[in-house]
Nanobody, 124 residues
Framework: VQLQASGGGSVQAGGSLRLSCAASGFPFRNYVMGWFRQTPGAEREFVAKITRSGSATDYADSVKGRFTIARENAKNTVYLQMNSLKPEDTAVYYC??????????????????WGQGTLVTVSS
């Protein structure tokens, strides 16, 4: 099982980044996918999630209207488009996969598989 996250980097406030997470070793289309983020000393924080089919998405209030999650099941890949970035978005971003019911998939402890994380730094 592998989740390979990429696309992080440094950007100025107001800029954009697109994160990708390529999955392998498990039936990707059977898993709810999520993005979380974490800063030093803090717990992993929910950012966005998407249903198995991609028909529904949900976001943390802090990113709603600025971030968009999407998936391509044919490519075993989930994306996070981040626009209008703010310094407080600075964190390590993790993609995760879970078989739990969608209503519980905002909880980090529900995720069995995690990517290695990709650092996003937003400067003011």
């Amino acid at each position: 099982v592998q989740l390979q996250a990429s696309g992080g980097g440094s950007v100025q406030a107001g800029g954009s980044l697109r994160l990708s997470c390529a999955a392998s070793g498990f039936p990707f289309r059977n898993y709810v996918m999520g993005w979380f983020r974490q800063t030093p000393g803090a717990e992993r924080e929910f950012v966005a999630k998407i249903t198995r089919s991609g028909s529904a998405t949900d976001y943390a209030d802090s990113v709603k209207g600025r971030f968009t999650i999407a998936r391509e099941n044919a490519k075993n890949t989930v994306y996070l488009q981040m626009n209008s970035l703010k310094p407080e978005d600075t964190a390590v971003y993790y993609c995760g996969a879970t078989t739990t019911i969608y209503s519980r998939s905002s909880e980090a402890e529900q995720y069995g598989y995690w990517g290695q994380g990709t650092l996003v730094t937003v400067s003011s």
